[in-house]
Nanobody
Framework: QVQLVESGGGLVQAGESLRLSCAAS????????MRWYRQAPGNERELVAT???????GYAPSVKGRFTISRDNAKNTVYLQMNSLKPEDTAVYYC?????????WGQGTRVTVSS
């Protein structure tokens, strides 16, 4: 079983930054594809960013140029650096892992951006 624990959410003003962290256990982290999703009230969960086992990254158009996903395999942790935050970035952010054991979600961390 893989456990994912997110942290780093909070309340910020528009234009400010936050860094989310997702600590993973129970798998060979370096082999996992890691993703960040988010879900705003009344909306479906959407993919925000992906990082492959080799470090390749991908982003949703709405966050490209503002958000950066990274990973530290020594710490079994994936990060989401969020800059120039906008009110429309308000959501619960979820960490997701694709592993050899299957697919796993974290419990989510809430990000609120005030205007």
């Amino acid at each position: 079983q893989v456990q994912l624990v997110e942290s780093g959410g909070g309340l910020v003003q528009a234009g400010e930054s936050l860094r989310l962290s997702c600590a993973a256990s129970g798998s060979t982290f370096s082999s996992n594809i890691m993703r960040w999703y988010r879900q705003a009230p009344g909306n479906e969960r959407e993919l925000v960013a992906t990082i492959g086992s080799g470090g390749g990254t991908g982003y949703a158009p709405s966050v490209k140029g503002r958000f950066t996903i990274s990973r530290d395999n020594a710490k079994n942790t994936v990060y989401l650096q969020m800059n120039s935050l906008k009110p429309e970035d308000t959501a619960v952010y979820y960490c997701f892992a694709e592993t050899s054991q299957g697919y796993f979600w974290g419990q989510g961390t809430r990000v609120t951006v005030s205007s």
